[in-house]
């Protein structure tokens, strides 16, 4: 079955503490991204990645780096989390051509205190 | 700069009723959209998509209509069912745009609830 398994589901955490929320796709996608979901925001794009060891910035990078080491797998790291991202995560992957649909993740809901 | 917009953050309709969600966009270089589905607690799942060389495509109850020269798209849900009830995302990406292709741009969402 195609998807994309991300963990943990639900984690809450302190300030500064450094995590990863790990994003995995079995479809052999080229492209993968992070995405984070707030009240009245929408998506909003963290991070992607075009292609292993090919990472770029999305629209809010600030406090997260990531990685692509492997065509599967695309770690999402808060290396000192703050309140402020406190939020809903999403990983996605598709293609990587302009007409393809992005399957997404079940979503990690990150709580930091 | 928000590229795709969804200017009503929600929808009330009535069972069996039709939907209409509308989606703009602001960037000419976009030629495919696609709309997704969320339920809470859940992932956005693909709906239904369309290419910039059509102007309508359908799939069972829900048809996406799009007006290249208003940057406009629409999704039609007909009937609606109560199943139906959940936030509904516009996207729109380019089928060649160097460093960014792949990229989807998402709108902000609109919450739809279809009452019995």
């Known amino acids: 079955e195609a998807q994309v398994t991300q963990n943990p589901r639900y984690l809450i955490t302190v300030t500064g503490k450094k995590l990863t929320v790990t994003c995995s796709q079995n479809?052999?996608?080229?492209?993968m991204s992070w995405y984070r979901q707030d009240p009245g925001l929408g998506l909003r794009q963290i991070y992607y990645s075009m292609n292993v060891e090919v990472t770029d910035k999305g629209d809010v990078p600030e406090g997260y780096k990531v990685s692509r080491k492997e065509k599967r797998n695309f770690p999402l790291i808060l290396e000192s989390p703050s309140p402020n991202q406190t939020s809903l995560y999403f990983c996605?992957?598709?293609?990587?051509?302009?007409?393809?649909?992005?399957?997404f993740g079940q979503g990690t809901r990150l709580t930091v205190v | 700069d928000q590229q795709v917009k969804q200017n009503s953050p929600s929808l009330s309709v009535q069972e069996g009723r039709i939907s209409i969600l509308n989606c703009d966009y602001t960037?000419?270089?976009?030629?495919?959209f696609l709309w997704y589905k969320k339920y809470p607690a859940e992932g956005p799942t693909f709906l239904i998509s369309?290419?910039?060389?059509?102007d309508k495509n359908e799939d069972g109850r829900f048809t996406v209509f799009l007006n290249k020269s208003a940057k406009h798209l629409s999704l039609h849900i007909v009937p609606s069912q109560p199943g139906d009830s959940a936030v509904y995302f516009c996207?729109?990406?380019?089928?060649?745009?160097?460093?960014?292709?792949?990229?989807?741009?998402f709108g902000r969402g609109t919450q739809l609830t279809v009452w019995p």
């Open positions: 479809m052999n996608h080229e492209y």
């Open positions: 996605a992957s598709n293609l990587g051509t302009g007409a393809s649909e992005a399957f």
């Open positions: 369309i290419s910039s060389i059509k």
């Open positions: 996207a729109a990406s380019a089928y060649d745009r160097g460093s960014t292709l792949g990229r989807l741009y």
């Open positions: 960037n000419s270089m976009f030629d495919y």
